[in-house]
């Protein structure tokens, strides 16, 4: 496989099908040649404000063409892409953009309050600030203030602060830069930690678009109409599953992308039936929110034909009440921060055997191994899955420590232990069995256990925390924390301690429950037993309905 660049693809698209809607965003359409030209524009505007080659960008947006302009734009330029979620406490930015040295940030107005809360000592020259609806006419930026459905925020600041739109005003002539896809980085992005701290996970040019060839030319080819389809975009774009398959299956193909801001289950039937969409990815909670909404049946879903999940196991009664409803199969894709897409369902081999989450891509290769021994396991048993590639990333950014956590040396090749438990299953197919007790899924956020305990930990009343997945439909997992209290603590209760992990922790990482003990079940080395809690929730939860 040849090394190239993400925005090889699109330029030909853009080319190719010049006059074809290549996004639609609360019903503004952007054609391909429109989308490029602001791509240009925005890239020249950030060469002038000095950015350049190896420089950091914090893209702290939800899903909206700003977002998607300023990837491609900094692309261009070999500008480092740091994609981080627009829901991110000022507490948790202030880390990353300390960590990664990010000289500039694209933000909302409405979370621009964080980044001038922590600006002040920090790394950052640049605030380009947006709003949502930016990119939309001035008719129905009109009509949304009218009805007041436009979200805002006050934006006050001086020089370092700079409108989304002035760089728009650039002339679309942006330098030519050389880069190399295999040692210049495309994006930085941020991981659950176990020590507590999110991880950075460094990604070349060529990591991230050998996994995008793979899905073009191994799953979608045969099945997608290049420069006819339309893929409905709903996940957050700062998660890899999201961005590779936006990239893959719309802009690299000259395919329609209908922009989804937020998972508005509503929102998302009207457009489904309104664009004819034939392609969609979600995580298992939107598609169980789609089968329980009482409006179901009001909208036209006669369109989809190729529906994949990510994020999470699918329970198979979703599975099937939505090829019930649908009358199409859901399909599974799998992957990491750390090496990409791994699996997907192929859309040949027919209706995915339960619990399957695919065949490897062609660039990825797999073990299943004994977690203790790293022994690869025997045909059919369960094992830890392990991942490489020749073009993945092999290292954390700035933690030696975790790195050699997470990656293990294996007959002269570097893999990356992801912390799953599969087993390997008919037709090269991985069955999913279960994950590590660290990693918690809550609505298709991978969400460190660790990271959580560390902030509760910062609290002074508490000496001991353990946070623990407790099986819920809906979400996945609803995250509970188990505490231990200092002996002359005195009016905490988990209403404050709540509140204290909302100040530091994006929404949905802040505890559900929390539980008050006298001591944690430890190891003889004094090591958390988290996974024995995670059991006895789990014995409590099969008790309740056992009862029922």
């Given amino acids: 496989m040849q090394p190239e660049f993400t925005f090889t693809r699109f330029d030909q698209a853009r080319q190719q099908h010049p006059d074809h809607t290549a996004l639609v965003f609360l019903g503004q359409r952007f054609s391909y040649a429109r989308l490029g030209e602001l791509v240009e524009r925005f890239a020249t505007g950030l060469t002038a404000l000095g950015l350049k080659k190896g420089d950091r960008l914090l893209i702290y947006l939800s ?28 507490h948790e930015i202030k880390y990353m953009i300390s960590d990664c040295g990010a000289k500039a940030v694209v933000c909302h107005d409405t979370n621009f309050g964080y980044v001038k809360e922590i600006a002040a000592g920090s790394t950052l020259q640049h605030i380009i600030v947006t709003n949502l609806l930016d990119m939309v006419s001035w008719s129905k930026r009109l009509v949304a203030s009218l009805f007041d459905k436009a979200p805002h925020g006050k934006v006050r600041g001086g020089s370092e602060v700079i409108p989304f739109r002035r760089l728009l005003r650039s002339a679309p002539r942006p330098p030519r830069v050389e880069l190399d896809p295999v040692t210049d980085l495309s994006y930085i992005l941020y991981t659950g930690g176990t020590t507590g701290f999110p991880k950075g996970v460094p990604g070349n040019h060529w990591g991230h678009c050998s996994y995008v060839t793979d ?6 080819a045969g099945h997608v109409r290049p420069g006819q389809d339309v893929y409905i975009a709903i996940n957050p774009l700062f998660h890899i599953m999201a961005l590779g398959l936006l990239m893959a299956l719309g802009l690299n193909q000259g395919n329609t992308t209908v922009l989804m801001p937020v998972p508005q289950v509503d929102a998302i039937l009207e457009a489904i039936a ?13 598609y169980r929110m789609i089968l329980e909404n009482d409006r179901l049946e009001q909208y036209d879903l006669s369109s989809l034909r190729y529906c994949y999940c990510g994020g999470d196991a699918l329970p198979r009664e979703v599975l099937k009440r939505w090829k019930e409803r649908a009358g199409v199969p859901i399909y599974q894709v799998y992957g990491s921060t750390e090496a990409g897409h791994i699996t997907y369902s192929r859309l040949d081999h027919g209706e995915p055997p339960p619990m399957s989450i695919g065949v490897p891509l062609k660039s990825r290769r797999v073990r299943i191994v004994d977690p203790d021994t790293l022994a690869v396991a025997a045909p059919g048993e369960t094992g830890e899955l392990l991942v490489t590639s020749d073009c993945s990333s092999k290292e954390y950014l700035n933690k030696p420590e975790e790195t050699a956590r997470s990656f293990v040396n294996l007959d002269g090749e570097i893999f990356y232990r992801t912390g799953d438990y599969v087993k390997s299953g008919e ?5 999913y069995v279960e994950r590590s007790a660290d990693i918690l899924k809550h609505k298709g956020y991978r969400v460190s256990a660790s990271e959580i305990e560390a902030v509760l930990q910062d609290h002074p009343v508490v000496v001991g925390a353990c946070v623990v997945g407790v099986p819920d439909p809906k979400v996945g997992e609803r995250i509970k924390a188990i505490l231990v209290l200092k002996e002359d603590a005195k009016g905490v209760g988990a209403t404050e301690l709540i509140r204290f992990c909302r100040d530091r922790l994006a929404p949905y990482k802040v505890p559900s429950y929390i539980e008050f003990r006298d001591m944690l079940p430890k190891s003889k080395v004094g ?22």
């Fill in 63 to 90: 899903n909206c063409p700003q977002l998607i302009v300023t990837f491609l734009a900094a692309q261009k330029i070999g500008v480092v892409v740091v994609l981080v979620s627009p829901i991110y406490t000022s």
């Fill in 215 to 220: 899905i073009m030319e191994d799953v979608l």
């Fill in 274 to 286: 309104r664009h004819r969409v034939r392609w969609m990815l979600g995580v298992p909670a939107l």
């Fill in 427 to 431: 037709n090269g197919q991985i069955i």
């Fill in 527 to 548: 090591k958390l037993l988290r996974r024995e809690i995670r059991d006895e929730e789990r014995r409590k939860q099969d008790k309740k309905k056992a009862a029922v």
